[in-house]
């Protein structure tokens, strides 16, 4: 693997996490729990797409063969598709969604920071208007976690369901693929081991805060990085994607 | 002093263009209007959420995406200020949610209209965000502060929405011939209804008068309904569309187009609760409302933890 096929590969799988989080989040517009969160959620909705927008731009540049940001989130299916398990599964409950954001946000933060002193120019730009947003988002998230873990026992009990469910999409996040591991060495990317520990004190202060117990490391899942994905992917892009695919090639 | 001193001094006020506040004296008449008019107005910002949502996970571009989001987001915002703008005036939205839930309140027929392809997003943007537009425009020189306030702020906002509904369909208009009969069904389904938003014409308008006396409405239903056919006429025609009214014919007399008649009995229909979305849009408020209950709760209960933390 070539340093500009990995890049493409790293940049692509950033911009598939996001738009595909940005997704799960659109899904709570006009069905929020109060008006108050439908206007959060489809701000960082707007963030995520956003971000992914200026990603995919950029790895279409790096592939050098001419796709847009549409070609590649409209027109890729979902082998192709290189983002964490994680952010694809269905939104379920509230406290699936925050818990869910919350474990990402807590790894896409010092992402984040960290690729503001990257080698990489254009990624180092992304960064410095993402730190913001991000930190943002983990705050969101943050926030409405505490309350469910120490506001009633329902709440309680779904958020900490919701983050035993989610554990085991969380380890896939810390396996660098070929790509992520070469340009870890060059100073493009940061190691994720390092990312991990930063990640870890954040989730142990804020489910001690939230009064939820960290659930034991077990089996992890894997392989999104790869294209392979749960079952909820295919037909979330079959959603996504149906004007693109009905009607090729024309402009909207 | 008498109550029909205190009823002529307030006509006075509204005569001379001062704006009454929360803690003015008001008659119950007005602030009954204003609670239902004010209420009605916030639930359909939300309620309207849901056409144009319905779009956001298909829309066909990430611009298009992102734009539709940042829209529906304004809507939102709208509900916030209006359930604000009520709730100066004595009620709390939980009261005001509930009596639209229980279906007591009413919200803009419009919105029980499905979206059914692409081009209704166009429509909508263009039609009914347009036809609110004027209503709203009329809106920031009401006579009751906090509402006229509250429209400056939504109106600021919304010709962006115009905008970006306009702006689909010159696309589509300017796409392929499948993309055009989109336009132009969108146009057939949504023209009709977008006239019904300005409400019944003003012979058959009971609340029209006291509202005009009282400077809540400064402009008749026919009136707005009448600007809006001239100015959207033109803007059809710009995108090749033709408005689905056989009797659409301009006047040179009264520098107005003459137009066919409104159908009613299917706004009237639809007011009763059989527009085509009408139970699929209250299943959805009462299903989002429903299932935040514990979220809210819980918000609640850590509030109240933490005051008493405080406290300690
Ligand atoms: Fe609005
Ligand atoms: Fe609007």
């Known amino acids: 693997m070539t340093r500009e096929e990995a890049l493409f590969r790293a940049v692509l799988r950033m911009g598939d996490n996001n738009l595909v989080l940005g997704h799960r989040l659109s899904e709570w517009c006009g069905h929020g729990p109060v008006l108050e969160e439908d206007i959060a959620q489809t701000n960082i909705a707007l963030d995520l797409i956003g971000q992914t927008r200026n990603l995919l731009t950029y790895a279409g540049e790096l592939e050098g063969k001419g796709r847009s940001e549409d070609d590649l989130a409209y027109l890729r299916g979902e082998r192709e598709y290189l983002n964490v398990q994680l952010v694809e599964l269905p939104k379920a409950d509230y406290a699936f969604t925050i818990a869910r954001s919350f474990l990402y946000d807590a790894f896409h933060l010092p992402l984040q920071q960290a690729l503001t002193e990257s080698r990489d120019e254009h990624l180092k730009a992304i960064a410095g208007k993402a730190v913001k947003e991000v930190t943002y988002h983990l705050r969101h998230s943050s926030e409405w976690l505490i309350r469910f873990g120490d506001g009633t026992e329902e709440s309680h009990r779904r958020a900490q369901e919701a983050v035993d469910e989610l554990w085991r999409y969380t380890g896939e996040l810390f396996v660098p693929d070929e790509a992520e591991e070469l340009l870890a060495k060059d100073g493009t990317l940061p190691k994720l081991t390092d990312l991990k520990a930063e990640w870890s004190a954040t989730v142990d202060r804020v489910l001690n805060e939230a009064t939820l117990k960290r659930p034991a490391d077990g089996w992890m899942a894997g392989g999104g990085k790869k294209g392979v994905h749960t079952e909820h992917l295919g037909p979330m892009l079959a959603e996504m994607q149906i004007l693109q695919r009905t009607f090729p090639g024309v402009e909207w | ?312």
């Open chain 2, 1 to 312: 002093m008498a109550k029909d001193q205190q009823e002529a001094l307030f006509q006075q006020r509204v005569d001379d263009e001062q704006k009454i506040e929360p803690r003015d004296w008001m008659p119950d008449e007005y602030r009954k209007t204003l609670i239902r008019q004010i209420s009605q107005h916030a639930h359909s910002e939300v309620v309207g959420m849901l056409p144009e949502g319905n779009w956001i996970t298909r829309a066909p571009s990430l611009r298009r995406k992102t734009v539709l989001l940042a829209k529906v987001q304004d809507e939102a915002g709208h509900g916030l200020y209006l359930y604000s703008a009520a709730e100066t005036l004595g009620v709390s939205r939980e009261q005001l949610i509930d009596q639209l839930l229980s279906g007591k309140a009413k919200y803009s027929s419009i919105f029980n209209y499905p979206t059914l392809t692409w081009a209704d997003i166009g429509a909508i943007g263009w039609l009914v965000d347009g036809a609110a537009i004027m209503n709203q425009v009329m809106l920031t020189r009401t006579s009751y502060g906090p509402y006229a306030r509250a429209m400056v702020r939504i109106c600021k906002e919304e010709s962006f929405h115009q905008r970006q509904g306009y702006e689909i369909l010159m696309t589509l208009c300017k796409g392929t011939p499948e993309q055009k009969a989109m336009a132009q069904d969108a146009l057939d389904r949504w023209w009709w209804p977008s006239l019904m938003m300005f409400g019944p014409s003003d012979k058959d308008s009971p609340h029209s008068a006291q509202s005009m006396k009282w400077k809540i409405k400064r402009q008749s239903n026919d009136e707005l309904r009448q600007v809006f056919i001239d100015r959207t006429v033109h803007q059809a025609e710009y995108l090749g569309l033709k408005v689905p009214d056989p009797k659409l014919k301009w006047n040179e007399q009264t520098q107005h187009y003459d137009w066919g008649e409104i159908d009613w009995t299917e706004f009237n229909e639809v007011i009763r609760g059989n527009g085509p979305c009408n139970r699929d849009r209250m299943a959805a408020r009462r299903k989002a409302h429903a299932d935040g209950a514990w979220v809210r709760e819980a918000a609640l209960a850590y509030a109240g933890k933490q005051a008493k933390k405080k406290a300690a």
